[in-house]
Nanobody
């Protein structure tokens, strides 16, 4: 099982980024997927969840209305569209499947002027 996150970077407050996560080593379409983030000195927190078909999504209160999770089961890829970014969104972002304990290297998102 492998996850490769990409799309992070430095963005100004109010800006947008789209993260991608390429998954391999399992039947992607059978699993719900999640995005987590971990800021320096803080616990890893769940940001967004999407069902295996994409028909159900759920978000942390802190990102609701600003972030959108989606997936492409043909491409074995999950996305996180992040709009209206705030400095508090600065963290390393990770994707993983909803079951199991597999983690990629993450992608750094820094929101700063």
């Amino acid at each position: 099982v492998q996850f490769v996150e990409s799309g992070g970077g430095l963005v100004q407050p109010g800006g947008s980024l789209r993260l991608s996560c390429a998954a391999s080593g399992f039947t992607f379409s059978s699993y719900a997927m999640r995005w987590y983030r971990q800021a320096p000195g803080k616990e890893r927190e769940l940001v967004a969840h999407i069902s295996n078909t994409g028909g159900y999504t759920n978000y942390a209160d802190s990102v609701k209305g600003r972030f959108t999770i989606s997936r492409d089961n043909r491409m074995n890829t999950v996305y996180l569209q992040m709009n209206s970014l705030k400095p508090g969104d600065t963290a390393v972002y990770y994707c993983t499947r909803a079951s199991g304990n597999y983690w990629g290297q993450g992608t750094q998102v820094t929101v700063s002027s």
